[in-house]
């Protein structure tokens, strides 16, 4: 809920689970969130980062990985890589 000025609020906001775009509940303690961080040419960081979040039950099924790959490669981070739903 936000204020009158723009502002969040809430005291807990729930997080979307970036393979599945399920809620994440506060009591899946199986879920992570990993921030990828830009790099240039030079493979120096740039200060910006992709953030993204897996809910437990996608990495309880072994397709965390795939998952983080599908989605950098979507982003433009990763090339060329290969993936098992192809």
């Known amino acids: 809920m936000e204020n009158d000025r723009g502002e969040l609020v809430d005291l807990y906001v729930p997080r979307k689970c970036s393979a599945t775009n399920r809620v994440i509940r506060a009591k ?3 879920s992570i969130q ?3 961080g830009h790099v240039n040419e030079k493979g120096q ?3 910006e980062n992709q953030v ?3 809910c ?3 990495r309880s099924k072994g397709e965390g990985d ?3 790959n599908r989605l ?3 982003d433009g981070l990763l090339k060329n890589v290969w993936s098992g739903s192809r």
Do not use: C, F, M, N
């Open 28 to 30: 899946d303690h199986a």
């Open 52 to 54: 993204y979040a897996l």
């Open 56 to 58: 437990g039950s996608v």
């Open 66 to 68: 795939d998952s983080l």
């Open 34 to 36: 990993i921030a990828v």
């Open 72 to 74: 950098a490669q979507k």
């Open 45 to 47: 960081y740039t200060g």
